[in-house]
């Protein structure tokens, strides 16, 4: 899975050519969610305070999300977004 951030042991990334709607994964240690980039519907497990980080993160860089999923779709190279602080 191509990666877009990194932060308190989360990996965020997006595959390539992916069904839609537009969306993320988010991958913290044996967890794995898929998050909705307009929706924040979330789908699969993860422990509550990483969960809110990662909400915290998506809502914080939506618009740089849109753009990676546009990149992804035409299978050009993600752009990094920036950790959450």
Not at 26 to 47: C, M, W
Not at 48 to 57: E, I
């Amino acid at each position: 899975m191509p990666e877009v951030s990194r932060f308190l042991g989360i990996v965020i990334g997006m595959f390539y050519r992916e069904h839609a709607p537009p969306h993320f994964h988010a991958v913290y240690g044996s967890y794995e969610i898929t998050v909705g980039i307009e929706s924040g519907v979330v789908r699969g497990e993860f422990p509550t305070r990483a969960l809110r980080h990662v909400l915290d993160w998506s809502a914080q860089h939506k618009e740089e999300l849109m753009e990676n999923w546009e990149k992804a779709r035409k299978f050009e190279a993600l752009s990094p977004v920036e950790p959450l602080e």
